[in-house]
């Protein structure tokens, strides 16, 4: 799952959930909680709150937001009516999709003094759940999380949270929602809230998280790709070709494009010398064949293995197959850097016999080989070859013989 696709289904369950969210306000229980209330303010109230009940949002909103501006900066029991009146209003405000507003009025009402505990922490859950509806992601996520952190939270609302972290891709939080909602069980899961979960620990370099969590899609391999993909994307080579490593073993990325990949993705993630040994178990098994191609991928591991004699021997075996010029030089060029001097001549000469252009650089370094395997003479030569063909440091080394 993309974290487009991931942005996209937060979005659409925090719709989906959020509907519905405050209801009529319950006045009643809420008067018991804070000072006494004057007899007006309460037939006041629940006056409102029979007309939200009603479906009279229009008239409950503007009724309970002036009753609310008339008692600020009264005394307690004011202050409290005060809240109580926000709420109302909130709730008509809420029912008519106004809900950035109802959702400013319950903010409002959190911050009036006197407000008992209990109630705060509930219209926080309110306010937080407004704000994501009304598209208010991040507000919405922060107040969310304080609320979670406060009251303990519930699944529904970490899942909210969690969609919320991932629509804003952030990545990390939303995997801490995560490891909260795992504490508890995992069997209830949906296969999309699964989804979810294995690509937020996915995003957030959490690939063992991730890869428990992939269920039945275990034995999918676009699964296990992406969860690769997904790792090289985040510039983790290593862990990609872990990840491919282990669909492999579990028999489930088996294809000859899916070992091809595997072995580079080893030379890319730093564990060149695996990817060797694996193309070579597969050739020698007939899984995969002796092409060129193969071969060639098996020198270019060992050569970043920096393994000697077996980079040197895949060189030879490739060339030899492919008769091509360039591994001739390929080959050439390893041995003569790595002080292998009768392999720098051998090779050098098969280029020339693979008919490669056969440069100054080649001459000088066939010079230099001959001479380190204590053959003058065919150093000279190749020296005097070198100097025709405008390479000025043969000079130097013809002088070291003692030619002109």
């Not at 609310?68 to 405000?93: H, I, K, T, V």
């Not at 050569?303 to 060339?319: F, V």
Request: glycine share 8%.
């Amino acid at each position: 799952m993309s974290s487009t696709t991931v942005r996209r289904l937060g979005k659409r369950c925090l719709s989906l959930a959020l509907v519905g969210l405050i209801g009529c306000g319950g006045i009643s229980l809420a008067r018991a909680e804070g000072p006494a209330l004057r007899a007006d303010m309460i037939q006041a109230l629940q006056s409102m709150q029979s007309q939200l009940e009603a479906g009279d949002d229009a008239a409950v909103a503007s009724r309970a937001a002036d009753s609310a501006s008339r008692l600020e900066g009264g005394n307690a029991a004011d202050r409290w009516a005060r809240a109580l009146f926000l709420q109302l209003a909130a709730s008509a405000n809420a029912h008519q999709g106004n809900k950035s507003l109802a959702a400013d009025q319950l903010a409002e009402a959190r911050r009036i003094d006197d407000v008992p505990d209990a109630r705060r922490l509930s219209w926080l859950h309110q306010e937080a759940r407004l704000r994501l509806s009304a598209g208010q992601t991040r507000q919405g996520a922060d107040l969310l999380t304080q609320w979670v952190e406060r009251s303990g939270g519930d699944d529904a609302s970490r899942w909210l949270l969690v969609q919320a972290r991932a629509s804003l891709e952030e990545w990390s939080a939303a995997a801490n929602s995560l490891d909260r909602l795992r504490a508890s069980g995992t069997e209830g899961w949906s296969q999309s809230q699964r989804q979810l979960a294995s690509t937020v620990y996915q995003q957030a370099g959490r690939f063992d998280d991730a890869l428990t969590l992939l269920g039945d899609d275990a034995s999918s391999p676009d699964v296990w790709r992406r969860a690769a993909g997904l790792a090289q994307q985040a510039g983790d080579d290593g862990r990609a070709a872990a990840i491919w490593e282990s669909g492999w073993r579990r028999g489930v990325l088996t294809s000859d494009d899916d070992l091809v990949r595997l072995a580079r993705l080893h030379i890319a993630g730093g564990t060149p010398a695996r990817a060797a040994e694996h193309l070579e178990n597969w050739l020698d098994s007939g899984r995969l064949d002796s092409s060129s191609t193969n071969l060639r991928l098996i020198a270019q591991a060992w050569t970043a293995a920096r393994d000697h004699e077996n980079a040197l021997s895949a060189w030879q075996t490739l060339a030899e197959k492919s008769g091509r010029a360039e591994d001739w030089q390929q080959l050439a060029e390893l041995a003569y850097g790595w002080g292998e001097w009768q392999t720098t001549r051998d090779a050098l000469s098969r280029l020339r016999e693979a008919g490669g252009e056969i440069s100054g650089r080649d001459w000088l370094l066939q010079g230099f080989a001959s001479l380190q395997l204590g053959d003058r003479e065919a150093a000279r030569n190749a020296f005097q070859q070198a100097r025709a063909a405008g390479v000025e440091q043969a000079q130097q080394w013809l002088d070291s013989l003692g030619s002109a």
